[in-house]
């Protein structure tokens, strides 16, 4: 196995970790509720539903989850080289 197809492994591999999912679910998804709440929050207060809205309303908190979860995982994975 070539080293970059083993770094890639052991992202993967790190990512599956439930001490990472935790982090990056506590860290992500609170952050993308405040994002949402920001971003979307006066139109969900004025009941001015839309499909654009609430597909937003879904991807805000996923992103900020995906972010922190590589973010948590490359931490890992760095913490384990050194």
Not at 44 to 55: D, T
Not at 66 to 77: E, F, M, Q, W
């Amino acid at each position: 196995m070539n080293s970059q197809a083993g770094t890639v492994a052991r992202y993967w591999q790190v990512c599956r970790q439930p001490a990472v999912l935790r982090r990056a679910a506590r860290l992500g998804l609170v952050v993308g509720v405040i994002q949402v709440s920001l971003n979307q929050g006066d139109h969900w207060l004025r009941h001015e539903f839309s499909a654009g809205l609430v597909i937003k309303t879904v991807l805000s908190p996923l992103l900020s989850f995906s972010i922190a979860l590589v973010s948590s995982a490359a931490t890992h994975v760095e913490n384990i080289k050194s």
